[in-house]
């Protein structure tokens, strides 16, 4: 069982940035990959940027050189950084983590979701 804390979102001008956390408790030793996604309002649910335990990284198309994603593993927390923000980047942003269960299959636990609004 892992729970996901997030912090971070919140209202901020375009051109603006913000930091989203998210902290990871619980069978720890299970994930391998953590990451974000984000969901606007009729959209559907895309991914925003993911990085395995490893350190290498994939963004979305639409954020790629404008987000960047860490991970802190003596922490358990996944960082995503959002800079020059548009108002396109309004949504709910979701952690996530990815566990290996007990049979050695593959389970995505989510964060309980951080709005974040971009508006002048």
């Known amino acids: 069982q892992v729970q996901l804390a997030e912090s971070g979102g919140g209202l901020v001008q375009p051109g603006g940035s913000l930091r989203l956390s998210c902290a990871a408790s619980g069978s720890i030793f299970s994930i391998y990959d953590m990451g974000w996604y984000r969901q606007a309002p009729g959209e559907q649910r895309e991914l925003v940027a993911v990085?395995?335990?490893?350190?290498?990284?994939n963004y979305g198309v639409s954020v790629k050189g404008r987000f960047n994603i860490s991970r802190d593993n003596a922490k358990n927390t996944v960082y995503l950084q959002m800079n020059s923000l548009k108002p396109e980047d309004t949504a709910v942003y979701y952690c996530?983590?990815?566990?290996?269960?007990?049979?050695?299959?593959?389970?995505?636990?989510w964060g309980q979701g951080a709005q974040v609004t971009v508006s002048s």
């Open positions: 996530n983590a990815a566990t290996r269960l007990s049979d050695g299959t593959a389970y995505k636990y």
């Open positions: 990085i395995p335990s490893g350190g290498s990284t």
